[in-house]
Structure formats: structure tokens, C-alpha cells
């Protein structure tokens, strides 16, 4: 029998016993020190979209990138409470009201929390209508302020 510490190790461990088997499941760790390359050139190019329209084009005023700076930061910060409410098996946030953050502008925000913090990166029901309001703003944004 293992015996150790709850200081012993950051992560909590759950275990199932089976008759057959004996399983040890690890909880993930809330915080990743990892960004996907994909989520690193999303964020990069928006960036540079942004940088490119206002300074080299002229075309947008720079309040534009700074409502995108702080949408994200508050988003980021919504998915930061919807993964402790998880963790503490609270009231969640809905997927709807992070959709509609990210719909709002907090895309960037809403990738890297999905990456630092672990929540709502797996869940295919939720990715698919994550990247096509990241798809909607952009083309909305475009239209909106006749860049494209």
C-alpha cells in the first residue's frame, strides 16, 4: 500500500478499484506552462491584422485593439472563475456566455485560458462553435469597419 503526503504531490489522485484491476487516475494539474502552435500563430496573426489596420493602414483607431485587449483579459478571467466553479462543483458559466465573449472580441483571451488553464479545450461540442465565432468576428469586424 502507497502512502504519502497530501503535500507529497500538487495534483489530487482518485482511485477506481475494479475487481479485475486496480486503476490510479491523476487529476490535470489546473495551470499548463504548454500553448499549442496552432493557438500561438492564431494569436499572432490576429495581432498583426490588428497592428497591420491601425498603424500601417490608417484604417482603424487604436481604441479598436485596445476594447480587443481588454475583452480579452475579461474573458480570460470569465473562463478563470467557470474553471474553479468546475473544479468546486459550483454553478458553472455557460458555454453560451463564453461563445458570446468570444463573439464579443475575447477570442485571444478565450484561447490562451483554454490553454493555461486547462478548461474548455478538449470538448468538440464546444470548439467547433468556439472557432466559428472567432471565424464570425473577424468577418463581422472586416465588414464592419470595411478593411477586406
Do not use: C
Not at 54 to 75: A, D, N, Q, R
Request: hydrophobic fraction near 50%.
Amino acid at each position: 500500500m502507497n502512502v504519502s503526503r497530501a503535500s507529497d504531490n500538487p495534483l489530487r489522485i482518485k482511485t477506481n478499484i475494479n475487481r479485475k484491476r486496480f486503476k490510479k487516475e491523476t487529476l490535470e494539474d489546473t495551470s499548463s506552462n504548454h500553448i499549442s502552435i496552432v493557438v500561438v500563430i492564431s494569436i499572432v496573426a490576429f495581432s498583426i491584422y490588428l497592428f497591420w489596420f491601425t498603424f500601417i493602414e490608417e484604417k482603424l483607431s487604436p481604441s479598436i485593439m485596445y476594447v480587443y485587449i481588454l475583452m480579452g483579459i475579461i474573458t480570460y478571467f470569465i473562463y478563470a472563475i467557470g474553471k474553479n466553479k468546475a473544479k468546486n462543483n459550483e454553478y458553472r458559466i455557460s458555454e453560451k456566455a463564453l461563445l458570446i465573449l468570444s463573439l464579443l472580441g475575447g477570442g485571444i483571451g478565450a484561447l490562451i485560458a483554454q490553454q493555461k488553464l486547462r478548461h474548455k479545450n478538449k470538448k468538440l461540442s464546444f470548439l467547433i462553435p468556439f472557432w466559428v465565432s472567432i471565424f464570425i468576428n473577424i468577418i463581422w469586424f472586416s465588414n464592419v469597419f470595411k478593411i477586406i
